[in-house]
C-alpha cells in the first residue's frame, strides 16, 4: 500500500517567519513530488513540484526532497496570513505502461499564520 | 487561459438516485483524473483517462461508479443508485500529456447524498 503521510497540525507560526512542512512517503518508486496549497472549502493549488533530490526554489517556496530518506519538505519565507491554508504532499509512480498515473496525497497540513 | 470546469458545483441527490458530473479540461490537456475528497482527508484517486480511454479504473470503489470521456476532452462521472457514503467532494485534473507530472485542479462538484 503506497502511503504518503504528513502531520495534520495545526502548525502556527508568526508572520515573517519561516513555515517548515514535512512529508515522507513509502514508495521508493515514487519518481515525482508535489506541493499542493487548499484554502477551505477550495480545491488543491499546484504550488510547487520537485523532480529531483536536492533543493528548488520559486519566490518564497522551497522544495527539498531525499529519496534516500523518502523524505519531501515545503519552506515557506516571509510567512504572511494569507500563507493560511492546508498544504497537501503528493507523489506519483510511472505506472506499468511508463506514463504518469495518479498521485497519491496525503491528509495535509494546516498552517495558520499569526499576524 | 481557462482552468479546469466542472459542473454542478453543488449536487444534493437523494439515496438510490443516479447522478452524473462533467469536467471540462484545460484545453490541450490529454491527461484527465478524477478524485474525490472527504471532509480531513486528501484527495483519493478514482479513475484515471489518457485520451478517450481510462488508462486507470483501479481507485473506482464499486460498479456503481463509471466514468467516459468519449472525445478526449469533456468527461462525466457517473453514479448509480447513490449512497450517503458517496457524499464528497468529486475533483476532477489535468495535465499536458501522459508524461506530464503536473496536475491542475477544477473546483470540484460537492455531492450530498440524503
Known amino acids: 500500500q503506497k502511503e504518503v503521510e504528513q502531520n495534520s497540525g495545526p502548525l502556527s507560526v508568526p508572520e515573517g517567519a519561516i513555515a517548515s512542512l514535512n512529508c515522507t512517503y513509502s514508495d521508493r518508486g515514487s519518481q515525482s513530488f508535489f506541493w499542493y496549497r487548499q484554502y477551505s472549502g477550495k480545491s488543491p493549488e499546484l504550488i510547487m513540484f520537485i523532480y529531483s533530490n536536492g533543493d528548488k526554489e520559486d519566490g518564497r517556496f522551497t522544495a527539498q526532497l531525499n529519496k534516500a530518506s523518502q523524505y519531501v519538505s515545503l519552506l515557506i519565507r516571509d510567512s504572511q496570513p494569507s500563507d493560511s491554508a492546508t498544504y497537501l504532499c503528493?507523489?506519483?509512480?510511472?505506472?506499468?505502461?511508463?506514463?504518469?498515473?495518479?498521485?497519491?496525497f496525503g491528509k495535509g497540513t494546516k498552517l495558520s499564520v499569526k499576524p | 487561459g481557462a482552468g479546469v470546469s466542472q459542473t454542478p458545483s453543488n449536487k444534493v441527490t437523494e439515496k438510490g438516485k443516479y447522478v452524473e458530473l462533467r469536467c471540462d479540461p484545460i484545453?490541450?490537456?490529454?491527461?484527465l483524473y478524477w478524485y474525490r475528497q472527504s471532509l480531513g482527508q486528501g484527495p483519493e484517486f478514482l479513475i484515471y483517462f489518457q485520451g478517450t480511454g481510462a488508462a486507470d479504473d483501479s481507485g473506482l470503489p464499486n460498479d456503481r461508479f463509471f466514468a467516459v470521456r468519449p472525445e478526449g476532452s469533456v468527461s462525466t462521472l457517473k453514479i448509480q443508485r447513490t449512497e450517503r457514503g458517496d457524499s464528497a467532494v468529486y475533483l476532477c485534473?489535468?495535465?499536458?500529456?501522459?508524461?506530464?507530472?503536473?496536475?491542475?485542479f477544477g473546483p470540484g462538484t460537492r455531492l450530498t447524498v440524503t
Open positions: 484545453s490541450g490537456h490529454t491527461a
Open positions: 503528493a507523489v506519483n509512480s510511472l505506472n506499468y505502461g511508463g506514463s504518469q498515473g495518479n498521485l497519491i
Open positions: 485534473a489535468s495535465s499536458p500529456s501522459r508524461l506530464s507530472n503536473e496536475q491542475y
